[in-house]
């Protein structure tokens, strides 16, 4: 089993930044079998991919946060980052931290999800 627990999500002004935290944790987990990723839900919209770093280090990017994101990882103490900058109105969704085999860009490539933190942009 792996546990994912998201956390830094808040009220933010456009044009700022946040972090965005996800500690992963399990006896099966290891950073070199899976992928992490982030993904965002707006209010009234459907899931989207945001960014993601898989089993080898790579990362990828939505098309809607690619230049602003950015995704990091810190192997030894089992977290992700999502450092978020030039923030947007349309930024506003609840985040989720999800683990997975992959494909590191489909919501149907991870099997482990935490609940997710709110993340409101206010222009």
């Known amino acids: 089993q792996v546990r994912v627990v998201e956390s830094g999500g808040e009220l933010a002004q456009a044009g700022g930044s946040l972090r965005l935290s996800c500690a992963v944790s399990?006896?099966?987990?290891?950073?070199?079998?899976?992928?992490v990723g982030w993904f965002r839900q707006p209010p009234g919209k459907e899931r989207e991919f945001v960014s993601s770093v898989s089993w080898t280090g790579s990362t990828f990017y939505g098309k809607s946060v690619k230049g602003r994101f950015a995704i990091s990882r810190d192997v030894p103490n089992g977290m992700v980052y999502l450092q978020m900058n030039s923030l947007k109105p349309d930024d506003t969704a609840f985040y989720y931290c999800?683990?997975?085999?992959?494909?590191?860009?489909?919501?149907?490539?991870?099997?482990?999800w935490g609940r997710g933190t709110q993340v409101t942009v206010s222009s």
């Open positions: 999800a683990v997975g085999e992959g494909p590191p860009e489909y919501a149907q490539g991870y099997d482990y």
């Open positions: 399990g006896r099966t987990f290891a950073f070199d079998k899976y992928a």
